[in-house]
């Protein structure tokens, strides 16, 4: 019996593993100075991977919004990194994060921040308009027929409840396909049903796809929907759960808060 001699060994090919959608190194970041200074993250390092769902809790202050703001590139780090798609934007001149966040980060906030004078199409059309972008009217229909609103096109923000007018602001986020997507308080507006419909929409954003989705909330109930919750206090990270039911993060919550 002969045996094949051994050869030189089979390269493997192993995919290489992809670069987080946002990750924050060592960020620090301090308003005020000398005795009013406030330090609302120290040196906080977490990293959001491709299709993954975060929501970012805390008590008041702990900082969950500047790290939002951080990750997003509308607020500076002191100290620390920050990198989008591996790609460090910590000291990235404005004009350049701007084109960043127009072609590679979504935006949806508590209070919609729809454009009152533009109908639903126009305003999923603004971010493609802003970036320059021809736009395709099936594609903007499209993004609004995603979030079940192909019929309410024409309509402007005053003539749809609280609910569709977030779902229209999710689909103006999305239409750009972004990296990220970042949620203030996507649901605080919200009656619980609306939410519940918003809370399945980011859930399908990350579904079978690299986007990621983080999210900051005071509701335990739209944390729990994310993949991982992770809490804030006094500008530092304190834990994170996977899979908790809302009656774990409230819990949780509770003990950070007394
Ligand atoms: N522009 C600013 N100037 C001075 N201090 C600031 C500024 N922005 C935030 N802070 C302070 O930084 C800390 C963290 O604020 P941040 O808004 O990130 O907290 P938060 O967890 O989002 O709070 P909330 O849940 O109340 O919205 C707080 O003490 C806040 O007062």
Redesign the pocket.
């Known amino acids: 019996m002969s045996f094949p001699s051994a050869g030189p060994a089979m390269p493997h090919a192993v995919p290489p593993m992809p670069p987080p959608a946002v990750e924050l190194r060592g960020v620090l970041?301090r308003?005020?100075s000398d005795d009013t200074a406030?330090?609302?993250?120290d040196r906080v390092s977490i990293a959001f991977p491709p299709g993954s769902w975060t929501a970012v809790m805390?008590?008041?202050?702990?900082?969950?919004?500047?790290?939002?703001?951080c990750a997003a590139g509308l607020d500076r780090a002191d100290e620390g990194q920050v990198l989008v798609a591996g790609r460090d934007i910590t000291r990235a001149p404005e004009h350049v994060l701007t084109e960043l966040r127009r072609r590679s980060l979504g935006f949806v906030f508590q209070n919609f921040n729809l454009v009152g004078a533009l109908t639903a199409e126009q305003n999923v059309a603004l971010p493609l308009r802003l970036a320059g972008v021809r736009v395709k009217r099936e594609q903007v229909r499209a993004a609004l027929a995603d979030v079940g609103l192909g019929d309410r096109g024409g309509h402007r923000p005053r003539e749809l409840s609280g609910g569709q007018q977030q779902r229209v602001a999710i689909a103006r986020a999305m239409v750009t396909r972004p990296d990220v997507l970042f949620a203030d308080e996507p649901t605080g507006a919200l009656d619980s049903r609306s939410a519940r419909t918003v809370l399945g929409l980011m859930r399908r954003v990350v579904q079978g796809s690299p986007q990621c989705v983080v999210m900051?909330t005071?509701d335990p109930v739209a944390a729990s929907a994310a993949d991982a919750v992770v809490f804030?206090r006094d500008?530092r990270l304190v834990d994170r759960l996977v899979g908790a039911s809302a009656r774990d993060v409230a819990d949780r919550l509770a003990t950070l808060e007394d």
């Not at 406030?38 to 993250?41: E, H, K, P």
């Open positions: 970041r308003y005020g406030v330090t609302a993250l805390g008590p008041s202050g702990s900082g969950k919004s500047t790290l939002l703001h900051v005071h804030l500008g």
